[in-house]
């Protein structure tokens, strides 16, 4: 069964930045980051196929970049201009295919990082 653990969460102010990451056990295709705040459902936040097509949450454009190491098995979440709103658990996963990494319907998850951004 595939593993990842994500990591760089932390306390920032607005206006920072962090760079999470998510080490897979193995090889993967497409890859996600979701976050779920408090009280709120999980979302995409960004998305990334093996050939390096990426897709983002509006909320996130201009401000986070995703990319991927494959040669490491690790996909990364440049996190800049963060805002409060940005405050939740972070959490990869991966699938063959894009379009359920998009939808985000996986039946597990790991136990993710956490980013709070507050002043």
């Known amino acids: 069964q595939v593993q990842l653990v994500e990591s760089g969460g932390g306390l920032v102010q607005p206006g920072g930045s962090l760079r999470l990451s998510c080490a897979v056990s193995?090889?993967?295709?497409?890859m996600g980051w979701y976050r779920q705040a408090s009280g709120k459902q999980r979302e995409l936040v960004a998305a990334?196929?093996?050939?390096?097509?990426?897709n983002y949450a509006d909320s996130v454009k201009g401000r986070f970049t995703i990319s991927r190491d494959n040669a490491k098995n690790t996909v990364y979440l440049q996190m800049n201009s963060l805002k409060p709103e940005d405050t939740a658990v972070y959490y990869c996963n991966t699938d063959p295919s894009m379009r359920r990494v998009v939808t985000g319907t996986f039946d597990s998850w790991g136990q993710g990082t956490q980013v709070t951004v507050s002043s």
């Open positions: 990334i196929t093996y050939g390096g097509t990426t």
């Open positions: 193995r090889s993967f295709y497409a």
